[in-house]
């Protein structure tokens, strides 16, 4: 069974701070991995992507991929009141071509 | 540019009755997804099509769900008869090359 965990949360930080998101995947052969961000009662925006080992950074956005730990994260710097929303980590598992697999997301709260 | 357009927006329904899903996917998209998100599940994907051709149905949950894609511009998700578990938000996706997936904005549906 193929699968991506992330913890479910409510993650907590005040505004300003760091906040870590982090997901594991269960398949190595996985390649390409994708950060949304799901506010209440909207649909999934695709916020980051990466692909390679290492750091990728987009604005506050860093991700972070450990293919040899199977580990994906997402670090939001500076965190505002409207980085509120739940944060879904899918991947693309080794052998499919178009099929993502999403976590059930980690919801962050922002405290003002 | 239009992003990915969904009809109708929310459905309520009652249990036997057929519901149809429409989706419309960004203009140029190759690939066309459908999911289903519950608080309990997650986001799940039910089926995906490449070029119009259904590629994996695996998700599907049993024979009352079919899906077409009968051109480049348009798919449905038909639920027939409709049951009380099937209240869920159901997204459509988009991708070129079946990478990033772009979400609509979903419909609601609620089978009493």
């Known amino acids: 069974q193929k699968e991506v965990e992330q913890n479910s949360g409510p993650l907590s930080v005040p505004e300003g701070a760091i906040a870590s998101l982090n997901c594991t995947y269960s398949?190595?052969?996985?390649?390409?991995f994708f950060w949304y961000r799901q506010y209440s009662g909207k649909s999934p925006e695709l916020i980051m992507f990466?692909?390679?080992?290492g750091d990728k950074e987009d604005g506050r956005f860093t991700a972070q991929l450990n293919k040899a730990s199977q580990y994906v994260s997402l670090l939001i710097r500076d965190s505002q009141p409207s980085d509120s929303a739940t944060y879904l980590c899918?991947?693309?598992?080794?052998?499919?071509?178009?099929?993502?697999?999403f976590g059930t997301g980690t919801l962050l709260a922002v405290q003002p | 540019d239009a992003g990915v357009i969904q009809s109708p927006r929310h459905e309520v329904t009652e249990m036997g009755q057929e519901v149809t899903l429409r989706c419309k996917p960004i203009?140029?998209?190759?690939?066309l997804f459908w999911y289903r998100q519950t608080m309990m599940r997650g986001l799940e994907l039910l089926i995906y099509?490449?070029?119009?051709?259904?590629?994996?149905d695996s998700g599907m949950p049993e024979d009352r769900f079919s899906a077409k894609m009968p051109n480049a511009s348009f798919s449905t998700l038909k639920i027939q008869p409709s049951e009380p578990r099937d209240s869920a938000v159901y997204f459509c996706?988009?991708?070129?090359?079946?990478?990033?997936?772009?979400f609509g904005p979903g419909t609601r549906l609620t089978v009493l």
């Open positions: 996706a988009s991708s070129l090359q079946g990478h990033e997936q772009f």
């Open positions: 398949d190595r052969g996985s390649q390409s």
């Open positions: 990466i692909y390679s080992n």
């Open positions: 899918a991947v693309i598992f080794g052998g499919a071509t178009n099929k993502l697999i």
């Open positions: 203009s140029g998209h190759n690939s």
């Open positions: 099509f490449n070029n119009n051709v259904p590629i994996d």
